[in-house]
């Protein structure tokens, strides 16, 4: 049965449509902006099951943004003050003292600003595909070039976007997700969001966003995304980076089962926050104190050249400790050793 769609006004009176379903400690589920659409996502099975088995285990609130779906769509404010102004209505409408939060892509920003600003409210966070500073997204080759055919061909756009972004190779399923962006939001809208959000940048933000975080990636994306995540798990004080099977940005893509396990996983675990690791141990690999100091390093995106200067060093040391690293930790590449060091301690916040 589709749940029944509800209305909140907003603090500028834009009205936002949200649903709710299941019990259980309360988990947002934030859109994945530019745009969603409630009814036309509980229409696709994958989506359906998952919303429906999470349901069995927490209250879930689920909105369109503003200008999209079934939300107010002809709004002029799509400020990241407004976005958090839509998400604390629906909160607050709800009487939610304390909550979960799970957000994708461009939308993190609205979600880690809203923790770090009301970190009595926010129990835990789930980041998928997050950046944290917008333009790490809308300024890549990718995304300029897609933005491009925006511009010229909105049908064109959504089906190649489902494609170059999506990782989808079956045809079905692509076309079928093209025209969910349509139907979610006007073109002109799409575009407006991706230029309000472009100057967003929470990094200062970060350190005081105390609650446990999961921050999700999946192996096989572009590199210069995955070490998006990589930064941004180094950056919040009490995250955990997990990277998940497959190549799709979507979380409705390869390896679902698992990734809904641990998940709910994390949402179900007490107050001490576990940082596990199939790695070795840190302290049992025998690190030298320049091995921890090159660890962090890599941890925060940085690579050899770049190490090398900020230590004093040459290139070929930083060679040879990454090398020696790589036997400690059976790592095979450079993903491997950060995600080594962010998941057992090791990192520190980028500068």
């Known amino acids: 049965m589709q ?70 769509r002809e709004v002029h404010d799509l400020s990241l003050e407004s976005q958090l102004a839509d998400l604390t209505a629906i909160v607050d409408k709800l009487g939610f ?26 129990s835990r966070l789930v980041l998928w595909n997050a950046v944290y500073r917008v333009a790490d997204f809308t300024s890549t080759k990718r995304t300029q070039a897609l933005l491009t055919l925006l511009d010229q061909d909105w049908e064109l756009f959504t089906e190649t976007n489902s494609y170059a972004s999506q990782g989808w190779v079956e045809t079905t399923k692509a076309r079928q997700f093209a025209a969910y962006m349509r139907a979610a939001i006007s073109q002109a809208m799409y575009r407006q969001y991706l230029l309000e959000f472009h100057d967003i940048d929470c990094a200062d933000l970060l350190p005081r966003v105390q609650c446990p975080a999961l921050v999700f990636h999946r192996k096989e994306v572009a590199k210069f995304e995955l070490e998006v995540s990589q930064r941004l798990a180094a950056r919040l004080p009490n995250a955990r980076l997990v990277l998940a099977e497959g190549q799709s940005t979507a979380l409705f893509g390869e390896d679902l089962p698992n990734v809904t396990e641990t998940i709910e996983a994390f949402l179900q675990e007490g107050d001490e926050f576990e940082h596990g690791s199939e790695l070795p141990d840190a302290a049992s690999s025998g690190f030298t104190g320049r091995e921890v100091e090159i660890l962090r390093l890599v941890s925060c995106g940085k690579h050899n050249r770049e190490i090398a200067s900020e230590l004093g060093v040459s290139v070929h040391t930083v060679d040879r400790h990454m090398a020696n690293i790589f036997t400690k930790i059976g790592a095979h590449n450079r993903v491997e050793a950060a995600t080594f060091a962010l998941t057992h301690g090791l990192s520190q916040p980028a500068t």
């Open 97 to 122: 003292e304390s909550f979960a939060i799970l957000s994708r892509h461009i939308a993190a920003p609205i979600a880690l600003t809203f923790a770090a600003e009301n970190p009595e409210r926010v």
């Open 3 to 72: 749940p029944q769609i509800r209305y909140v006004e907003s603090s500028d009176g834009a009205r936002i449509a949200y649903t709710v379903i299941g019990s259980g400690p309360p988990l947002v589920i934030m859109p994945v902006l530019p745009g969603t659409h409630l009814e036309m996502d509980w229409q696709l099975p994958d989506r359906q099951e998952w919303y429906t088995r999470l349901a069995q285990s927490f209250t879930l609130v689920r909105y369109d943004g503003r200008g999209a779906g079934l939300s107010q």
